[in-house]
Structure formats: C-alpha cells, structure tokens
C-alpha cells in the first residue's frame, strides 16, 4: 500500500465514497471491480505520485471515474484539467473535485477538441493504445513535458507500434508493489515520424 498522510487517506475515502453512490446510477467502473475499488484503481493511480512535483498542474486524458486525475489532485495536490466527453462522468468529476478540495478545471469534451494551456504533465490510464495517446498527448505537452500512461501488459507491443509513427525519449518505470501487471510508461521529446 502507498504511504500517504492521513488527512490524504481521509480525502481518499471520501472520494471512494463519492463514487461507490454515483457507480449505482452511472458506469464509473465496473461493478465487480467495486470490491477492489482501492488496489485496482485508487492504489494504481497512486503509482504516480513520486513522478508528479507537489502543486504542479497536469493534463488527464479521458479521467472517467477520476483515474488518475483526481487521485493525483488529492495525494500530490497537483492542480488538473480533467477532460472527460461523458457528460455524467463530468459531473461527477467536477462534484468529486469540490468534495475533495481538488483545484480543477473539467472539460466536457472530446480530447482532440479540448484546447487547455500546454502542461508539464500529462497523464492517462487505461484509455487508448500508445500510437493515440501520443497524438492526444503532444499538443497538450508543454516543450520540456512528460507523458506519464499506465500501461498494462501490451505495452511491449504498442512500443513498437508508436516508434513507428513518433519520436519520443522513454523510459519504463515498474513498480514492484503494482497490483498489476502493468507498467507506468514516462514519454518526453514527443515528436511525429516526418
């Protein structure tokens, strides 16, 4: 289990909470992964705090049920643009945001449509396979950002697929403590293949 203080274990519940009540009106994550609600998703998230400065501002594609958005805004206090199409998850995000004193902003829209000032970070989970979370990532990316995606086993694959259409410096960063088999991917210098 991550260490975190435990005013932020108690902002964390509160967001577990918030979504356990939403989860039975909208499809925020699936209802048998509610049991495991904090290793698979709230503990997974937590995987990348120790990349994220506290305070600083990221970009999170596709936040969905606020993963890792809005568990990054709670345990590294980071500031997030959270852009999310799905009109109800949008409002559970922006009402999720508020309950856990989480510094916000929730775009309502299509990633390729949302136009945010560039970040230094941009995060994703479980959304989309590497070669389209580049494209989506790139022009959110401030010159010297990073792209932090956790990934699951295909990563390999989707390496080489995205090497093929970008330019990118990357490096794997396993966490032996992942209840997963997956991997957090940290991407820089992203540039599309001429």
Not at 26 to 31: A, D, E, G, H, W
Not at 53 to 58: A, F, T
Request: hydrophobic content about 45%; overall charge positive.
């Amino acid at each position: 289990m991550t260490e975190v203080s435990r005013e932020t274990r108690e902002r964390l519940q509160v967001f577990a909470d918030l979504l356990t009540k939403w989860n039975a009106r909208i499809n925020l994550i699936s209802p048998r992964d509610l049991p495991q609600l904090w290793p698979r998703h709230i503990e997974d998230s937590l995987r990348l705090v120790p990349f994220i400065p506290k305070g600083e501002r990221l970009i999170d594609l596709g936040s969905g049920g606020g993963f890792p958005g809005l568990i990054l805004g709670i345990a590294a206090e980071a500031k997030v643009v959270l852009i999310e199409s799905d009109q109800r998850k949008a409002a559970f995000l922006r009402e999720a945001a508020r309950q856990c004193g989480v510094e916000a902003q929730v775009m309502a829209m299509r990633i390729e449509a949302a136009k945010p000032e560039p970040a230094k970070f941009v995060t994703a989970r479980a959304l989309a396979p590497l070669t389209q979370l580049l494209a989506w990532a790139q022009p959110l990316l401030q010159p010297d950002g990073v792209a932090l995606f956790l990934k699951g086993k295909n990563l390999p694959a989707e390496l080489t697929e995205a090497q093929c259409f970008w330019h990118m410096t990357h490096r794997i960063l396993n966490d032996p403590r992942a209840a997963s088999d997956g991997a957090i991917i940290e991407i820089s210098g992203i540039k599309r293949v001429e």
